[in-house]
Nanobody, 123 residues
Protein backbone atom coordinates (compact mmCIF):
# COMPACT_ATOMS: atom_id res chain seq x y z
CA UNK A 1 0.00 0.00 0.00
CA UNK A 2 1.17 3.50 -0.82
CA UNK A 3 1.85 6.08 1.92
CA UNK A 4 -1.06 8.34 2.86
CA UNK A 5 -0.64 11.96 3.94
CA UNK A 6 -3.60 13.82 5.46
CA UNK A 7 -3.68 17.60 5.76
CA UNK A 8 -6.07 20.52 6.18
CA UNK A 9 -7.08 20.18 9.81
CA UNK A 10 -7.15 23.06 12.22
CA UNK A 11 -9.10 24.98 14.84
CA UNK A 12 -12.44 26.49 13.81
CA UNK A 13 -15.53 27.85 15.49
CA UNK A 14 -18.86 26.03 15.35
CA UNK A 15 -20.51 26.67 11.99
CA UNK A 16 -17.19 27.04 10.21
CA UNK A 17 -15.70 24.97 7.40
CA UNK A 18 -12.54 23.04 6.63
CA UNK A 19 -11.36 21.09 3.61
CA UNK A 20 -9.22 18.04 4.30
CA UNK A 21 -6.90 16.49 1.74
CA UNK A 22 -5.38 13.04 1.52
CA UNK A 23 -2.58 12.38 -0.93
CA UNK A 24 -1.54 8.86 -1.86
CA UNK A 25 1.94 8.60 -3.33
CA UNK A 26 3.51 5.68 -5.15
CA UNK A 27 0.34 3.61 -5.50
CA UNK A 28 -2.54 2.91 -7.84
CA UNK A 29 -4.88 5.63 -6.60
CA UNK A 30 -7.29 5.52 -9.52
CA UNK A 31 -8.01 1.79 -9.10
CA UNK A 32 -9.37 1.73 -5.55
CA UNK A 33 -12.09 3.17 -3.37
CA UNK A 34 -10.99 5.38 -0.48
CA UNK A 35 -12.54 6.68 2.68
CA UNK A 36 -12.31 9.02 5.64
CA UNK A 37 -12.48 7.91 9.26
CA UNK A 38 -12.16 9.82 12.52
CA UNK A 39 -11.27 9.13 16.13
CA UNK A 40 -12.35 11.40 18.95
CA UNK A 41 -10.42 11.44 22.21
CA UNK A 42 -11.07 8.32 24.23
CA UNK A 43 -13.02 6.59 21.46
CA UNK A 44 -12.38 4.13 18.65
CA UNK A 45 -11.94 5.07 15.02
CA UNK A 46 -15.28 5.33 13.18
CA UNK A 47 -16.34 5.65 9.55
CA UNK A 48 -17.09 9.09 8.11
CA UNK A 49 -17.30 8.91 4.31
CA UNK A 50 -16.10 6.94 1.29
CA UNK A 51 -15.90 7.35 -2.47
CA UNK A 52 -15.76 4.66 -5.13
CA UNK A 53 -12.96 4.12 -7.60
CA UNK A 54 -15.02 5.72 -10.36
CA UNK A 55 -16.06 8.66 -8.20
CA UNK A 56 -19.70 7.85 -8.86
CA UNK A 57 -20.53 6.13 -5.58
CA UNK A 58 -20.34 7.87 -2.22
CA UNK A 59 -21.26 6.75 1.29
CA UNK A 60 -21.63 8.92 4.37
CA UNK A 61 -22.15 8.29 8.05
CA UNK A 62 -25.53 9.53 9.25
CA UNK A 63 -23.82 12.00 11.57
CA UNK A 64 -22.27 13.95 8.67
CA UNK A 65 -24.85 13.65 5.87
CA UNK A 66 -25.73 17.03 4.43
CA UNK A 67 -22.66 18.67 5.95
CA UNK A 68 -19.64 16.77 4.57
CA UNK A 69 -18.80 16.09 0.93
CA UNK A 70 -16.16 13.65 -0.29
CA UNK A 71 -14.51 13.98 -3.69
CA UNK A 72 -11.45 12.73 -5.55
CA UNK A 73 -8.98 13.92 -8.16
CA UNK A 74 -7.32 10.92 -9.79
CA UNK A 75 -4.88 13.09 -11.74
CA UNK A 76 -3.51 14.50 -8.47
CA UNK A 77 -3.94 11.18 -6.59
CA UNK A 78 -5.83 13.07 -3.89
CA UNK A 79 -9.19 12.80 -2.14
CA UNK A 80 -10.89 15.61 -0.27
CA UNK A 81 -13.40 16.00 2.52
CA UNK A 82 -15.24 19.31 2.48
CA UNK A 83 -16.66 19.85 5.96
CA UNK A 84 -19.30 22.54 6.40
CA UNK A 85 -21.27 23.63 9.46
CA UNK A 86 -18.76 21.98 11.75
CA UNK A 87 -19.91 21.24 15.28
CA UNK A 88 -17.98 20.50 18.49
CA UNK A 89 -18.88 16.81 18.18
CA UNK A 90 -16.87 16.72 14.93
CA UNK A 91 -13.68 17.30 16.91
CA UNK A 92 -11.40 14.36 16.17
CA UNK A 93 -8.31 13.18 14.36
CA UNK A 94 -9.29 12.45 10.77
CA UNK A 95 -7.67 9.59 8.87
CA UNK A 96 -7.64 8.60 5.23
CA UNK A 97 -8.14 4.95 4.28
CA UNK A 98 -7.15 3.20 1.07
CA UNK A 99 -7.49 -0.12 -0.72
CA UNK A 100 -11.25 -0.17 -0.39
CA UNK A 101 -14.41 -1.10 -2.20
CA UNK A 102 -18.00 0.05 -1.81
CA UNK A 103 -20.65 -2.66 -1.88
CA UNK A 104 -24.16 -1.35 -1.49
CA UNK A 105 -24.06 1.23 1.31
CA UNK A 106 -20.99 -0.23 2.99
CA UNK A 107 -17.32 0.66 2.56
CA UNK A 108 -14.75 -2.10 3.01
CA UNK A 109 -11.17 -0.90 3.31
CA UNK A 110 -7.72 -2.13 4.17
CA UNK A 111 -6.06 -1.44 7.50
CA UNK A 112 -3.88 1.30 6.05
CA UNK A 113 -3.66 4.79 7.56
CA UNK A 114 -1.66 7.99 7.52
CA UNK A 115 -0.75 10.00 10.62
CA UNK A 116 -4.10 11.81 10.57
CA UNK A 117 -4.97 15.49 10.77
CA UNK A 118 -6.56 17.09 13.84
CA UNK A 119 -9.84 18.98 13.56
CA UNK A 120 -10.89 20.97 16.61
CA UNK A 121 -14.25 22.77 16.68
CA UNK A 122 -14.95 25.27 19.44
CA UNK A 123 -18.40 26.39 20.54
Amino acid sequence: QAPLVESGGGLVQAGGSLRLSCAESGGTFSSEAMGWFRRAAGTERVFVAAIGLSGGATVYADSVKGRFTISRDDVKSTIYLQMDNLQPEDTAVYYCNTGGVIIGDTYYGMNSWGEGTLVTVSS
